[in-house]
């Protein structure tokens, strides 16, 4: 079976953006007032719930009891009957649009299925809901897939029998992780349907730009002759917690809610329980992988084997991190080819993130090698850091070649984070430190590479204003990055302006210039390239301007500066004896670099450009940029050169078998941090998500009926404030990323290397590993053998 | 949530006269019920609730002839952070200060916290989604299922759902009595009830006040929980010591708070010293049934490591 | 289901509002609805729309005052709407009006409590309100009257903190609460803190206390009660009061720092 990581086509080599090293004015400073802040803090900020057109009427689905149920018969009577319902659709609907939006079968429990009521308000349709009388045929499930699966070689690098043969020692083991999403803002989508357009607003509708393949006419049922996307008008609402979810379940959310509105001819609110957005916002799936590890004893990993088995869907990308971060030569995963198909389970999709398999196998395999030698766990990652099995020396070619700094990310990071943590008086063999208390104290490592997100693609514009002003224009779903201040962050930089003469809002009508990717996933890293194309075009028009005198089209000319029998004259230019190059922009004003006093504001320039030339409408500055890279995952060519180390420190009590987190040191190299606290929040975010997973984060279901017990926020336990431990953030800076300025990706980082690290922990404060997260305080007792 | 009908008692007698009749619930802070109902966890919805936050003269805490006494509308916040109960009652304000979360505990009333029912995931599953022995069917879904948080002293009437109240064992260690409409009960007797009830008291029934003798000893209350907030606990322990005499009380493993006489009679007369209480603690879960791992249910042995180790620790708190 | 039967059916208050274009964008902005909203403030002129929609079932009068304030000319609409006698479900346009009926046509003063009608202070405005016994705080705050910034991360089952609220001085959860129950009661969201120029809205924007911000508002509004009473905070003590707050972004580092510097703020320092 083909590599299917290593043999993606191969993409162009990108080189590092040699800005990197330039003086910054706004990228990269502190105290830039956030964008979203206000709105945000004093809760104006309007988010899909809140937001409901003017006539809604409010729609509820039915979920499945069962694990796996088909209705047999179904009374709708009462329901239909009762007052303030204004449509009920069912299953059996003659019209096939209709039907093909209510399953009749629910493959599990939650799943939203048989009957929808679209009433007056919530309440009726809840009620009324809870009226309609089914008679269910309940069919037998399975939790979990069988271990004899059909398996392909989803990557098979080297020769895996070598590698363990070459090997000092040989491990195994298997880990396991429950977790799902725990959501945020309740599922819900509003549609307003005006026959010849229509209007949405939807949790998750980032998704809709995303993946806009609904939107093909073979998929489209919602209307005859398909939906246009261009008569969208997307409410560019405010999202609550989208940490990538299920894309196709907001789809069909929208299909269903827009087939209702048609219908109805009234705007839709379709609202989902807690249970169904709970299973709507689901994880990267639970399941188990099995790894067979060989090694030197002087740390050199030499194979790696890795079963993947996960309940639903098959994931083939169980080494991703091996292969794009380490030397190691000899690779083989063996994953399920195809969904199981009897999971009676929620549809999985990638919540923060989808890489999350690779990473744990990268950082388990990585300590249980150090705990079987003794060795630091850094010294491991260290030795085998690298790329596709290349070494030190490729990576140093590698980065000389393509204009980056000649800098050892992973080493920089490891030596940052040890000091941070205090490491060599904090470090010691696993079980061997006691706190006064009593309870057995353990540290435990993770690194990785950073995200290189400035993949995807995007589009988007700046214009100048008349006043001086510049704006971006685009359609950016925000997800709480705090993207819409760090591209004004770049477009200030580039243009000169002060921050606060850059703004960008979201552009409702923008279904096509999105500045985009998924716009979490790859932010900064995608649209910051976009908008610092564009203002670097618009500076260079401006500059010009100001010094001939004459407003250039830069996409086909010059303007004419007159009109026919009207005396509009040419502009004098600003600086008349200069070249644009003898010109610099900071603060808003434009001046001579080599007499600073020699200076005009922008406003002037604005001022004099648009009377000349467009009289009174608007300014000829304007430019639009498109930025492809190409798609997802591992791009040979284009090594991950950014690094992380991170350390938690622990304290174990051996009696209740509780763990307490007491220190966390998260250490990114990012490449440059255009805005500081965007990347600290990252970081101590996306740490304490990651340690709430692998600390007591786990989907419980009851094993004779497979129906759900914790599907809320009291019994499925997201960390408080007080769980997660005092964290110190650090951001190297190396400028080794493909982003803007050398920038690379991280959103998803901390919580992906932050989920196993308290595997690693746990076992240097007992000497017992506990594979199986989250690591709950019954498999620590159990692990000590207390019970 | 669907509709009810609500009375805003004035006084302890309209509220008592109004729960007379049938499919009527009463609603202090409303902290648990409005949980309950939002859930539909109940067969039958009360066609009528009764607010008793309106009866005044029901929100103190204050000493007299030589006992506290806490009204029953008294919230758990102002229990937690009154100097009189940190200082002469630690283990109460102790509990009161890690019930649930801050705003719970603003809201929450102690005569809530008490009364509250008692607490299982397949009983409080949405929409009663489990027909179990609580509500009258005819199983116990927790005993096949996944009975991680459940009883370790075995069921009662075979259900085995918990006890959640964490002021409740901090009464039961400090010999509190609770008065009612119709009687003074000692908290020990108070949760003294085979299911479907969580509490002895009648439907017209209401808590007025809270008693608890003079207390010149020293006293102690430890939650476990997976978080440090919000959670129910998976085990509590109050133990509360003074003339050589211990009473200690675990929550959250049976239907009721669960007295640990046996472990108080190893205390008793004895000096406090590690040893002891340890042995205290093994005697305090001696007897127990708690359920072995099977398959994903990792069963609820841990609780009893737990419950063990609560009361050796609340003991040398009290020291 | 008839067409007939939709007619019987009548529409609802909510909905007439709707359909006369006086709810916009966010909810129900129309708060308004079933509010006579004690108004201050000079007013200069005064239009009075009545609008019929539906098949004529139901009225609403919108009025629109506009207030002359210097050189800026601000327009409010605010539209009244109905308060329905729980006897014979005749609707009126005041509290007053249907306190006149009921003495008139079923005898004897009307008592509030019969009628459902709660006062309320909420950011300082006064609100007479016409409630149903089972709604929430958090359903009339945020549905009823447009507080968009009561959110619902576990859909009303008092286990996130995100819908909390200072009410007397207490931080609550409105979910957890019966609007009924909240009769003279003083509340405050947090848009009012934000209204007060509160020092903690720019230390929440200066330490990005917020990431997707859905949560945002319970943390500000639980911040400020706990300000409010201990001015002197230390970290250990602000974890204390925020632990009951859940934030899946996870931005709880981020809040200490920012409510030390709004203490600071307020102390008079920094």
Not at chain 1, 359 to 365: A, D, E, F, I
Not at chain 1, 539 to 562: H, K, N, S
Not at chain 3, 34 to 45: F, R
Not at chain 3, 139 to 146: Q, S
Request: aromatic content about 8%; overall charge negative; some cysteine.
């Amino acid at each position: 079976m083909a590599d299917l990581v290593l043999n993606k086509v191969a993409r162009p080599n990108r080189e590092c953006d040699p800005d990197y090293s330039k003086d910054f004015n706004v990228v990269g400073k502190s105290g830039v007032r956030r964008i979203d802040g206000y709105e945000k803090a004093s809760g104006t900020a309007v988010y899909s719930l809140d937001f409901t057109f003017p006539g809604t009427l409010y729609a509820r689905m039915l979920s499945c009891p069962h694990a796996n149920a088909s209705i047999k018969s179904m009374d709708t009577s009462k329901a239909e009957a009762y007052t303030g319902v204004r449509d009920v659709l069912r299953y059996d609907n003659p019209d096939p649009a209709v039907a093909a939006i209510i399953p009749s079968q629910g493959y599990f429990e939650g799943k939203m299925m048989g009957v929808i009521i679209v009433a007056d308000t919530d309440e009726i349709a809840q009620e009324a809901l809870r009226l309609v009388e089914i008679e269910w045929d309940v069919l037998p499930f399975t939790m979990y897939p069988p271990e004899d699966q059909e398996r392909i070689q989803s990557t098979n690098k080297g020769d895996i029998q070598q590698g363990f043969a070459e090997a000092d020692q040989i491990i195994e083991f298997t880990y396991s992780r429950k977790e799902d999403a725990g959501h945020v803002e309740p599922n819900n989508t509003n549609v307003s349907w005006k026959d010849d357009h229509y209007e949405y607003a939807q949790v998750g509708q980032w998704n809709n730009l995303q993946a806009a393949q609904w939107f093909t006419p073979n998929s489209n049922a919602i209307k005859p002759g398909g939906v246009s996307q261009a008569r969208g008008y997307q409410h560019p609402v405010y999202q609550g917690g989208s940490f990538g979810l299920g894309i196709t379940l907001t789809q069909q959310l929208f299909k269903i809610t827009a087939v209702l509105s048609q219908r109805t001819k009234r705007p839709v609110k379709l609202l989902c329980s807690l249970q169904q957005s709970y299973y709507s916002f689901v994880s990267s799936d639970c399941g188990e992988e099995y790894f067979k590890v060989g090694f030197k004893n002087d740390g050199t990993i030499t194979a790696v084997q890795n079963d993947p088995t996960f309940h639903v869907m098959p994931y083939y990308y169980g080494l991703l991190h091996l292969v794009e971060n380490t030397n190691i030569s000899n690779l083989q995963c063996n994953s399920p080819s195809n969904r199981f198909p009897g999971a009676n389970r929620p549809d999985t999709g990638p919540y923060r993130c989808e890489q999350r398999p690779p990473v744990t196998g990268l950082n388990l395999v990585t300590n249980h090698v150090a705990a079987a030698l003794g060795m630091d766990p850094t010294e491991v990652a260290l030795k085998n850091d690298g790329y596709g099995g290349e070494g030190q020396e490729y990576m140093k070619q590698f980065r000389l070649d393509h204009g980056f700094p000649d800098r050892d990310s992973l080493q920089e990071c490891v030596a940052a984070a040890k000091e941070a943590i205090d490491f060599d008086n904090v470090w010691h063999a696993a079980g061997e430190k006691t706190l006064p208390d009593g309870r057995k104290h353990g540290i435990g490592f993770a690194w990785d590479h950073e995200w290189n997100d400035a993949i995807w693609s995007g589009t988007g514009a700046v214009t100048m204003l008349l006043d001086g002003t510049a704006q971006i224009i685009g359609n950016h779903i925000d997800v709480g990055l705090n993207g819409a201040s760090t591209y004004c962050q770049v477009a200030a930089e580039e243009l000169g302006l002060k921050f606060e003469d850059v703004y960008f809002k979201q552009n409702a009508e923008g279904n096509n210039i999105q500045l985009k990717g998924p716009s979490s996933s790859t932010n900064a890293c995608v649209n910051g390239w976009i908008v610092k194309k564009a203002c670097k075009n618009i500076r260079a028009q401006m500059l010009e301007t100001a010094t001939q005198g004459v407003i250039v089209d830069y996409y086909g000319g010059e303007l004419p500066t007159g009109e026919p029998g009207a005396a509009i004259p040419t502009p004098d230019p600003l600086f008349p004896d200069l070249q644009p190059e003898d010109l610099d922009i900071k603060d808003s004003v434009i001046f001579e670099k080599s007499n600073p006093e020699n200076k005009h504001t922008v406003l002037e320039l604005l001022g004099q450009t648009y009377l000349a030339s467009t009289r009174w409408t608007q300014t000829p500055f304007f430019s639009f940029e498109l930025y492809n890279n190409g798609q997802n995952l591992d791009m040979p060519h284009r090594h991950r050169l950014c690094r992380q180390a991170h350390f938690c420190e622990v304290a174990v009590d051996t009696e209740t078998g509780e763990i307490e987190v007491l220190k966390v040191v998260n250490v990114n190299d990012v490449g440059k941090a255009l805005s500081p606290e965007s990347v600290a929040g990252q970081q101590y975010g996306g740490s304490i998500m990651g340690i709430s997973r692998g600390k007591h984060e786990e989907e419980v279901y009851d094993p004779p009926t497979g129906v759900r017990l914790n599907g809320n926020l009291l019994d499925y336990k997201v960390s408080t404030v007080r769980d997660c431990g005092p964290i110190d953030t650090i951001a190297v800076e190396t400028a080794l990323g493909y982003g803007p300025y050398g920038a690379c990706g991280l959103g998803e980082c901390n919580s992906d290397e932050m989920s196993p690290i308290l595997g690693p922990a746990v076992q240097n404060a007992i000497s017992v590993w506990i594979d199986d997260f989250p690591i709950t305080p019954d498999k620590v007792l159990k692990a000590l053998g207390k019970i | 949530m669907k509709a009810f009908d609500l009375v805003k008692a004035k006084s302890i007698d309209e509220a008592v006269s109004a729960l007379g009749s049938d499919g009527t619930m009463a609603i202090a802070g409303g902290t648990d019920l409005i949980n309950t109902l939002q859930e539909r966890v109940l067969a039958e919805y009360p066609k009528k609730l009764v607010s008793l936050k309106s009866i005044p003269d029901l929100d103190y805490i204050r000493e007299e002839g030589g006992m506290l006494k806490i009204g029953a509308l008294t919230r758990l916040e102002d229990i937690a952070e009154s100097e009189l109960v940190k200082e002469k009652y630690a283990c109460l304000a102790e509990a009161a200060s890690r019930t649930a979360s801050p705003h719970i505990r603003e809201s929450g009333t102690i005569g809530g916290n008490i009364c509250q029912i008692n607490r299982c995931w397949y009983f409080r599953k949405t929409d009663n989604r489990f027909d179990c022995i609580r509500k009258g069917g005819g199983m116990c879904y927790a005993m096949m299922g996944d009975n991680r948080y459940h009883s370790i002293f075995g069921g009662v009437k075979a259900c085995i759902a918990v006890n959640p109240s964490d002021t409740a064992p901090a009464l039961v260690a400090l010999n509190a009595t609770i008065i009612t409409t119709k009687r003074e009960i000692a908290a020990e007797d108070f949760w003294d009830v085979a299911i479907p009830g969580s509490t002895v008291l009648d439907n017209d029934e209401i808590v007025t006040e809270i008693q608890i003798p003079e207390f010149s000893g020293k006293s102690s209350f430890i939650k476990m929980a997976l978080r440090k907030s919000i959670d129910f606990p998976v085990v509590n322990c109050a133990t509360a010591i003074a003339d050589g005499q211990a009473r200690i009380c675990l929550n959250a493993v049976y239907n009721k708070p669960y007295r640990a006489t046996a472990a108080e009679e190893v205390v008793n007369g004895n000096t406090i010293d590690e040893a002891l209480a340890e042995s205290a603690g093994a005697a305090a879960v001696s007897g127990n049934s708690a359920f072995p791992a099977n398959g994903t249910n990792p069963g609820s042995k841990w609780k009893v490591q737990i419950a063990k180790t609560l009361v050796k620790r609340t003991i040398l708190n009290c020291k | 289901m008839t067409e007939e039967k939709k007619k019987s059916g009548g529409v609802s208050r909510r909905e007439f509002l709707k359909d006369a274009g006086l709810l916009v964008g966010g909810t129900a902005i129309g708060s308004t609805v079933l509010l006579a909203a004690c108004s201050d403030g000079e007013t200069v002129t005064e239009k009075v729309t009545t609008t019929i929609t539906g098949a004529g079932e139901a009225t609403t009068k919108t009025i629109t005052t506009t207030e002359q304030v210097g050189e800026v000319t601000k327009t409010e609409t605010i539209t009244q709407s109905k308060f329905v006698c729980p006897i014979d479900g005749m609707e009126f346009d005041t509290l007053e009006e249907l306190k006149a009926h009921f003495e008139a046509t079923h005898g004897g003063e009307a008592p509030a409590a019969a009628l459902n009608v709660i006062s309320l202070t909420v950011n300082g405005g006064k609100y007479e309100v016409q409630v149903k016994p089972h709604w929430t705080l958090q359903y009339l705050l945020h549905d009823e009257m447009g507080c968009v910034e009561i959110k619902t991360m576990c859909t009303g089952l008092g286990q996130c903190g995100s819908c909390s609220v200072i009410m007397d001085g207490r931080p609550i959860l409105s979910c957890m609460t019966l609007a009924a129950t909240c009769d003279g009661a003083v509340i405050e969201t947090s848009v009012g803190i934000a209204q007060s120029n509160h020092p903690l809205i720019e230390s929440y924007i200066k330490y990005h206390c917020m990431q997707c911000g859905y949560c945002t508002p319970g943390f500000l509004v639980t911040a400020k009660a706990l300000l409010d009473k201990n001015p002197n905070p230390t970290k250990e003590e602000i974890e204390l009061a925020i632990e009951g707050n859940l934030c899946r972004c996870s931005t709880y580092p981020a809040h200490v720092p920012a409510v030390l510097e709004a203490a600071e703020v307020l102390k008079g320092g920094a």
